[in-house]
């Protein structure tokens, strides 16, 4: 992508992020306790956890693609989306310890959507360890796209996790009525607006990412 | 801790990471770039292809 176009797809992430972050600390009201004042961390907690989603659906089709048709650029899509997967997996991981602790008294358990989120995390860095070993390039963009695909067997199990299992994770019903945490009608409309911010921050990301991918095969034509 | 200082950390760890990644993207960016740009100024028609 030419620099001309990822511009303004720049300047339009850092003005939502810059307003999204005004609007969960001088709009938002402080939650009910025990949430109080951190229970803002849900707005960047949550939409982290939707570009991880995203992210890896995305490494999914790129990689069925590149498998299909041995097409280079869906072999670029996956791996640049599969690197900001990571990232915001990581994100969502790093957020949701530091909400835990206030919460639940430690920073870490054992329970299944945490451990679940984990072990997505390790596939996807074992992803990106793997493509950086080098080697015959083909045969490690086909064997790298069989782990992404494999790999997002894991979002379902994550995402359905805190109705099948018990653990300390809260459920699913956020923004439905009877769940174990309630937002206002204002606090979900704020959250949907990040997950949208979020969106687009991904998307210039990946913009940035999949450029990288086309200037290294530029050098690699070039040699 | 208290609360305040909980979120303080979580939206300063987001920025640092979000910074770093975009830090290393550029660093990596540039890099490729100035690659380019040497294997380009060896080539006498402006293409590096075939010189190494």
């Known amino acids: ?223 | 801790m208290t609360h305040v200082q909980y979120l303080g950390i979580a939206f300063g760890l987001v920025w640092i990471g979000l910074a770093l990644y975009l830090f290393s993207i550029a660093r990596r960016q540039a890099k490729l770039e100035a690659e380019i740009s040497k294997l380009s100024a060896r080539s006498p028609n402006g293409s590096a292809g075939g010189l190494d």
Not at chain 1, 71 to 81: E, P, Q, T
Not at chain 1, 89 to 106: D, E, H, N, Q, Y
């Open chain 1, 1 to 223: 992508m030419k620099s001309a176009r990822l511009t303004p797809l720049a300047l339009l992430a850092s003005a939502a992020m810059l307003a999204g972050v005004f609007a969960i600390f001088f709009v938002m009201p402080d939650a009910e306790p025990p949430h109080g004042i951190v229970y803002r961390i849900i707005f960047i907690h949550v939409p982290s956890a939707w570009i991880a989603y995203l992210a890896f659906a995305v490494v999914l089709v790129g990689s069925i693609a590149h498998l299909r048709n041995g097409s280079k650029k869906m072999d670029w899509l996956a791996h640049a989306s599969a690197e900001v997967g990571v990232l915001f997996t990581a994100i969502c991981l790093v957020t949701g310890m530091v909400w835990a602790k206030p919460l639940w008294g430690a920073f870490w358990v054992w329970e299944p959507r945490l451990t679940l989120t984990f072990v997505l995390l390790l596939i996807y860095l074992g992803y990106l360890v793997f493509r950086a070993m080098g080697g015959d390039q083909e045969r490690t963009s086909r064997i790298a796209a069989v782990i992404g695909i494999t790999g997002f067997a894991t979002i379902p199990l994550i995402h359905f996790a805190v109705d099948w299992y018990r653990g300390h994770h809260p459920g699913r019903a956020v923004i439905r009525p009877g769940g174990d945490f309630q937002l206002e009608p204002e606090m979900v409309a704020t959250l949907f607006a990040m997950v949208a911010v979020f969106t687009v921050l991904y998307a210039t990301l990946l913009a940035l990412r999949i450029r990288l991918a086309g200037t290294a095969a530029q050098l690699e034509a070039l040699r």
